[in-house]
Structures are given as structure tokens and as C-alpha cells.
């Protein structure tokens, strides 16, 4: 398994493991929410791909997972209670993080995460933020078993979307810089 930063060449890749996720969750228990046509999307990753913010993990020519990691916090993250306070430019924010089913349980996930941390480090960065729906059992497990501790639940505006309620997490690495 190798994790890279994606170009152009691997945006269709990374549309079709959006597809093939969304599918799987359609089958079982969607508990992100995600929808087709919706989030994430196409421009989702090309967004992130021109950023410079999209990074792949590939297995030989398969497309085993992906991770956005900038520095672009939902804006209502502002009104959250944090553990605590940082600058914005001290915070990286996990977005769009999925696994390909065939890939579920077999350590991505992990070495997906700790690709973030590294960059999240290697930027002098003193934290790592992400958001889940509340009901999101598992990837709250997956997160809490990381070490990202839990900061607050808000209301992201996707309530439209049956998603009112998101529980906020956060990687101190202040310790490590």
C-alpha cells in the first residue's frame, strides 16, 4: 500500500471509489449521509486535487481509499468548544474520508489517518480536526481508538439533509512539534 498525493490522472479513480462507497453504504447503513449527485462528488476531489489537498492510497492499480487534509474548517467550527484554542493556521481538518469496501478492516483506514498526522506534523501543525454525524458509531469507534479526543456536537447547516447533528474530534499534537 502506498499513499500519494493525487493529480488529475486519479480523479476518476477517486470518483469511483466516492461511487463504489456510496453504493456500499446505500446497501447496509449510510451513516455519513452520503449521497450520489450530492457529496462527495467529482468536483469534491478535484477541488481538493487542485489545492494540492487529496491524497490516495493505492494498492498496485486499486484504488483502496482516499483523504482530504487541508486547512479549511467548516465555518461553523468557529462556535464550537474546543479542547483547545489554536490559531486557524495551527489546525488541519480531515474532510472526505472514505475506504473502499473491499478495503474496510484491513488497516487503511489507519495508514490513511496517520498519513494525515504526518502532514498535519510535518507543517508544524498542533492539531487534527475532523467532524462525523452522531450517528456515525463506527467512525466515531475508529476515531476514538486513534486518540482523537471528543470536543463538542453543533449543528453543521446539513439538517436539510437529514444530518443535523455532527460530533466534533480533535488530535492535540502540540506535545510533538
Known sequence: MKIIKANA?????VEQLYHEVIDYL???CNYPGWKKGVYPTRETAMEACLEGTLYVALDGDRT???IIVNQKPEPLYTQA????EYESKDCYVIHTFAVHPSYMKKGVGKELMEHAVGI??????????????????PAIKF?????????DTVDLGYGAYGLPWFRLYELDLSCCI
Do not use: H, M, P
Open 120 to 137: 498535519c506534523r510535518s507543517q508544524k501543525g498542533k492539531c487534527l480536526r475532523l467532524d462525523v454525524t452522531e450517528q456515525n458509531l
Open 26 to 28: 446505500d446497501g447496509s
Open 143 to 151: 476515531y476514538e481508538k486513534f486518540g482523537f479526543q471528543y470536543a
Open 64 to 66: 483502496a481509499g482516499s
Open 81 to 84: 468548544k474546543w479542547n483547545r
Open 9 to 13: 490522472i486519479d480523479i476518476d479513480r
